[in-house]
C-alpha cells in the first residue's frame, strides 16, 4: 500500500520545492529540537541531493565522518519513494553495514522515533547470504558437529510439513548463525551452482520468502553491492526465462561507500570456472540406469577437465597475490577446445537422458545450467581476446575467473545509461577533491559533486605516528603497541598479508587478537565493540566500520593499500599513460583514508593511529602525508 508524503502537496508548489521546504524545518529545527546537532555541512549534502533527484543525474557526495550522511540521504529518499510509487534502494558495501544501517538506535530507528515517521525499510541480501535446503540436505549426512544440528533446529517446522507456507517467516540468513564458521557456512549456503527455477523446494526456501517479503517495500530496499550487481548482472537473463529480476524497480538509488562499487561490479560481471566442482556435478548424474554414451561423454569431459587444470596450474606465474596470472600455453588452450567438445558432446546426451527419466530432473536441469555457463565461461577463455583472466582462491579451491570486458562499458549500459538519480555516498570519493578516479572506473562521463570536511577537531582527538622499520620488524612493533591493552583495529592490504602476520605473531599476543575469517564478521565486531576482544585484524573493514568512543581508540595500518599485482589491476595500469599516478597512488590514498576515517566516528571519540612504513613504503612518505587528518608525529 502506497505511503503519504511526510509533507503537505499543494498546487503552488512542485514536490521539489515542498520537499525542500520540508528538509528545511527537520534539519534546522525538529532535529535540533530533540537533541540532535545542527550541521551546515548535513543540511548541504541533503539539499544536493535533492537537486540530483530533481535533475535524475549521479551524485558523487562526499562528506567527511560526522556529517551525518545517513539522515542527509535517508530523508529525501523516503520522500521521493513515496512521490514515485517505487521504493528506494540503499546499496551498502557489504552485508555487515546493513545489519550497521538497520540496527536499534541507528539512524533509520532514530528518524522513526523522532519524526515519528513509520519508514518500511526491508533488507536484500546477497544470496549465498541465505540457507540453501538442498545444501543443507547434503551437509547433514555427513556433518556430525553441533552446528548443523543447531541450524536443524532454526528451520521452522512449516517448511517441511504439507500445505500453505504463508505462516512461515522468513528464516535462514547468514547472521541468525553467528557460531557458525564461514568455512562452514560455505557448507550450507547458496551457491552459484544451485538452480532455483528448477529446485523442488523453492518456494518453500528461506531465500525465496525474504524476497518476496522485500518486493513489497513501500519505502527503502537495502542490500549490498554485490547483490545489486549480480542484479544487473543476471536481468536479462532472468527475464529472458520468465522469472523476477533479483529486485523490483527502484526510483532511485544510494550507494553508501560508494568507492567500492567497482570491486563489487568486478565480483558479479566474470566467471567462475573451479577445479572440483564440475567432478561433483558429474558425479551426482552418474545413477544407475544411464545410457552408456552419457557415461562415456561424462568421463571424457571429467578426464579433460582435470587436465585442463593440470596444465592451467603448470601456467600460472607462482606470485604472492590473490589473484595469480596465467600465461595461456598452446595446450592449455588444446585442452580448452577438447573440454568445448566435450561438453557440447554431453548436452546432446543429456536430451536423450531427459527422455528417459533416470536422472531426477533437478539434478538434470541444474547440471544442464551449470554446463552452458561453464562452457561460455571456457571459450572466452580460449578466444584470447580481450577478456582479463587469473587464478584465485575462492572458499578454499582454485577457481578460474573470467572477466569478459572491463566493467566500465557493463555500468555504462546497465546503471549509468538509465535516467535515475544515483547518489554515490562517502567520506573518500575523492583525492584532494578530484572525482576524476573514481568517475573514470565506473565509467561516468555527467556527474555532480561536492566535499564537505568533516565537523570534528581533528587536532584535538586524533594523533598520527609514522614508524619507519623494517618489513620483519612491523610484527614486533604490532606486539610492543599491544600491551597498553588499547582496543585497535589492525589493517592490512590484503588476506594474505594478514595471514602472514597471523603466522608469525606471538602465541600469546595473538589469544587477544581476533582474525577476519576466524568466524561470521559481524559476530567478531560485536565481541570487539563489547570489550571481549582487544584487538581485531581485518583486511575488509577499510571502510564502514562504525564504533564510538572507547570501543576503538587505536588504529595500526600495518602495510600501505596499495593495489595488488595482478591481471585485473595490471589490465588497468595498460590502458594509463602513468600507471602510478593514475591507477596506483589515488588507490592507495583513497583506501588510506578510509582507514583512517574508522577513528573518530562521533564527537565523543579520540584515539592514535600508527602506520608502519617499510623502506618501500617510506619512499612515497610525500605523496601521503598532506592528504592525513593532522601533522604526523
Known amino acids: 500500500m502506497r505511503k ?28 535540533p529540537e530533540r537533541g540532535f546537532e545542527c550541521r551546515d555541512e548535513q543540511i548541504f549534502m541533503a539539499y544536493q541531493i535533492e537537486q540530483a533527484l530533481k535533475e535524475k543525474n549521479v551524485l558523487f557526495a562526499e562528506a567527511g565522518v560526522g556529517t551525518g550522511k545517513t539522515i ?33 538506535g541507528g539512524d533509520i530507528h532514530k528518524l522513526r522515533d523522532v519524526l515519528e515517521l513509520e519508514i518500511d525499510v526491508r533488507l536484500a541480501k546477497s544470496r549465498d547470504q541465505y540457507l540453501c535446503l538442498k545444501r543443507f540436505e547434503e551437509a547433514e549426512k ?9 541450524i536443524a533446529f532454526s528451520i521452522p517446522d512449516g517448511v517441511y510439513a504439507q500445505g500453505s507456507m504463508i505462516a512461515v517467516q522468513p528464516y535462514g540468513e547468514r547472521s541468525d ?4 564458521t564461514d568455512e562452514d557456512w560455505q557448507k550450507v549456503n547458496y551457491n552459484s551452482i544451485m538452480q532455483c527455477a528448477v529446485c523442488d523446494l523453492r518456494n518453500r526456501c528461506g531465500q525465496t520468502l525474504h524476497r518476496a517479503h522485500y518486493r513489497k517495500s513501500t519505502d527503502l530496499i537495502i542490500c549490498s553491492q554485490d547483490f545489486l550487481m549480480e542484479h544487473l548482472a543476471t536481468k ?65 569431459l571429467q578426464d579433460h577437465h582435470e587436465l585442463f587444470f593440470d596444465q592451467l596450474r603448470e601456467d600460472v606465474i607462482k606470485s604472492e597475490e590473490d589473484r595469480k596470472r596465467i600465461v595461456k600455453s598452446e595446450r592449455l588452450i588444446q585442452f580448452g577446445e577438447r573440454v568445448i567438445a566435450d561438453v557440447d558432446q554431453l548436452l546432446e546426451e543429456l536430451v536423450f537422458e531427459s527422455e528417459l527419466y533416470m536422472i531426477p530432473e533437478y539434478e538434470l536441469n541444474m547440471a544442464e545450467e551449470f554446463l552452458e555457463h561453464y562452457v561460455a565461461a571456457i571459450r572466452i577463455f580460449v578466444a584470447q581476446g580481450d577478456a582479463v583472466d587469473w587464478l584465485e582462491d575462492t572458499d578454499g579451491e582454485e577457481t578460474l575467473v573470467i572477466m569478459p570486458r572491463l566493467i566500465t562499458d557493463v555500468l555504462s549500459e546497465t546503471l549509468f ?33 561536492f566535499s564537505v570536511p568533516s565537523p570534528f577537531d581533528y587536532e584535538e582527538v586524533m594523533k598520527i605516528y609514522l614508524h619507519e622499520l623494517s618489513q620483519t620488524d612491523k610484527v614486533a612493533k604490532v606486539e610492543q603497541l599491544l600491551k597498553d591493552e588499547k ?37 567478531i565486531v560485536r565481541e ?6 582487544q584487538a581485531l585484524c581485518s583486511y575488509h573493514l577499510w571502510e564502514g566500520l562504525d564504533l564510538p568512543e572507547e570501543a576503538l581508540t587505536r588504529v595500526i595500518i600495518f602495510d600501505l593499500p596499495f593495489p595488488p599485482h595482478d591481471p585485473l589491476f595490471d589490465a588497468k595500469r595498460s590502458f594509463a599513460q602513468n600507471a602510478f599516478e593514475e591507477v596506483e597512488l589515488p588507490f592507495m590514498q583513497l583506501r588510506l583514508q578510509q582507514g583512517m576515517g574508522r577513528l573518530i566516528r562521533t564527537s565523543n571519540d579520540h584515539g592514535d593511529i600508527h602506520i608502519l612504513l617499510n623502506d618501500e613504503e617510506v619512499k612515497v612518505k610525500s605523496d601521503f602525508v598532506d592528504i592525513l587528518a593532522v601533522e604526523p608525529q
Open 417 to 449: 545509461s538509465k535516467k535515475m538519480p544515483i547518489v554515490f555516498s562517502s567520506a573518500t570519493l575523492s583525492v584532494k577533491k578530484d572525482f576524476s578516479y573514481i568517475a573514470a572506473s565506473l565509467g561516468i562521463e555527467k556527474y555532480q559533486s
Open 72 to 104: 542527509a540521504y535517508l530523508l529525501p529518499a523516503v520522500s521521493y519513494a513515496r512521490y514515485t510509487g517505487k521504493p528506494a534502494l540503499i546499496a551498502c558495501a557489504d552485508e555487515t553495514l546493513i545489519d550497521q544501517l538497520v540496527k536499534e
Open 177 to 180: 548463525y553467528p557460531l557458525v
Open 528 to 533: 570487539f565493540q563489547n570489550g571481549e576482544i
Open 487 to 523: 582496543q585497535t583495529l589492525i589493517l592490512f592490504k590484503s588476506k594474505q598479508a594478514m595471514n602472514q602476520f597471523k603466522a608469525n605473531v606471538g602465541l600469546m599476543t595473538r589469544l587477544n587478537i581476533a582474525f577476519e575469517g576466524d568466524r561470521e564478521l559481524s559476530a
Open 236 to 300: 536479462e537473463s532472468r527475464e529472458r526465462e520468465g522469472q523476477l529480476p533479483l529486485l523490483p524497480e527502484v526510483s532511485m538509488m544510494v550507494l553508501d561507500e560508494g568507492h567500492l562499487l567497482e570491486y563489487a561490479a568486478q565480483k558479479a560481471l566474470t566467471y567462475k570456472v573451479q577445479a572440483y566442482t564440475i567432478v561433483e556435478l558429474l558425479e551426482r548424474l552418474m545413477v544407475d540406469g544411464v545410457r552408456e554414451r552419457t557415461l562415456y561423454a561424462m568421463e571424457h
Open 4 to 31: 503519504s508524503l511526510p509533507f503537505e502537496l499543494s498546487r503552488e508548489k512542485t514536490f521539489f520545492d515542498s520537499l525542500g521546504d520540508w528538509l528545511g524545518d527537520v534539519l534546522y529545527d525538529e532535529l
Open 142 to 150: 555427513n556433518e556430525t558437529e553441533d552446528w548443523i544440528d543447531d
